[in-house]
């Protein structure tokens, strides 16, 4: 079965550089979730988007902004990367009919290191 | 705002042996939890969730409100279930949207 597709799985900027992580969620789900996992930390919820709409806000950077598109895929751009930016970024998906099932569907994560 | 709390960075049990991983949480709603694993090199994946009161993998767990916990358990541990537990809470986040606060997970480590 298809599942969440994240690109790119490793990436390496240095300060004060761009970067754009994808997520492509699984067939007909429509909610998707960013997820920041620092090294030896729990997975910190960053945004989630419905319908390419924002539908939740959570400890997301000024610096970092992410859409949905019309094909419900997601980008995470990040701006002007700092050392604590280094983490493990999940993508997670769902449908928004199951939401309060509270089963997220991740991707392998696209692993970020700053230096 | 809800938290979830699991005490232990890392549990070694023997092969066979019994197994519990805690979980506390703090929310003022009804709360409905969830334990995640994270098998080496995979990804994040739900185990169990407690409103289906299921057995997974030989894995149970009771929500108990009173003391506010959602320990895992396993009687006999096996070697396949060495991995990264996380215990989640699920929260109406307002405007008809749910957030997934996870606690900072407890390692498995099963020595054979």
């Known amino acids: 079965a298809a599942g969440v597709i994240q690109s790119p799985r490793h990436l390496i900027k240095e300060k004060r550089e761009t970067a754009t992580l994808k997520c492509y969620p699984i067939p007909r789900h429509d909610t998707v979730y960013w997820y920041q996992q620092g090294p030896g930390q729990d997975p910190q919820f960053l945004i989630s988007f419905y319908e390419k709409m924002q539908s939740d806000k959570g400890s997301i950077p000024d610096r970092f902004s992410a859409q949905q598109f019309s094909d419900y895929h997601s980008e995470l751009n990040m701006s002007s990367l700092e050392l604590g930016d280094s983490a493990l970024y999940f993508c997670a998906s769902k449908r928004k009919l199951a939401e309060n099932t509270g089963e997220l569907f991740f991707g392998e994560g696209s692993r970020l290191t700053v230096l | ?112």
């Not at chain 2, 070697?79 to 929260?91: F, G, I, V």
């Open chain 2, 1 to 112: 705002a809800q938290r979830v709390t699991q005490p232990e960075k890392l549990l070694s049990v023997f092969k066979g042996a019994p197994v519990e991983l805690k979980c506390n949480y703090s929310y003022s709603g009804s709360p409905e939890l969830f334990w995640y694993v994270q098998y080496s090199r995979q990804r994040l994946q739900l185990l169990l969730r407690h409103i289906s009161r299921e057995s997974i993998k030989g894995f149970t767990a009771d929500l108990n409100k009173g003391e506010t916990s959602f320990h895992l358990k396993k009687p006999f541990a096996q070697e396949e279930d060495s991995a990264m537990y996380y215990c989640a809470l699920l929260a109406a986040s307002g405007a008809g949207s749910y957030q997934l606060t996870f606690g900072k997970g407890t390692k498995l480590s099963v020595i054979p």
